[in-house]
């Protein structure tokens, strides 16, 4: 079993930055790629980066220059989701996901930026 928390959301203005958290624990050990998707209120969830065991990145073109992920396996399994220049659509709620033989989530950590 896997257990996500992701922490660090919260209100920020347009142009500021967040660097949002991902505590993973348990069977971790067999993880194929870890990721950040995001959710707005009546829209679907959608990936926003994912980063593989082997530290291959791919981000959302939405994204691409603004944010960076990022895993620290010596610190408790910790990933991570630097976002710079946020704007209003970047509002979301921000979930952790962990794909093994299994998929396992977060509970999602909410980010809002104000204009």
């Known amino acids: 079993q896997v257990q996500l928390v992701e922490s660090g959301g919260c209100l920020v203005q347009a142009g500021g930055s967040l660097r949002l958290s991902c505590a993973a624990s348990?069977?971790?050990?067999?993880?194929?790629?870890v990721a950040w998707y995001r959710q707005a209120p009546g829209k679907q969830r959608d990936l926003v980066a994912f980063i593989s065991r082997g530290g291959v990145t791919n981000y959302a073109d939405s994204v691409k220059g603004r944010f960076t992920i990022s895993r620290d396996d010596s610190k408790a399994n910790m990933l991570y989701l630097q976002m710079n220049s946020l704007t209003p659509e970047d509002t979301s709620v921000y979930y952790c996901k962990l794909a093994a033989l299994n998929c396992y989530w977060g509970q999602g950590t909410q980010v809002h930026v104000s204009s």
């Open positions: 348990g069977s971790t050990f067999r993880f194929i790629a």
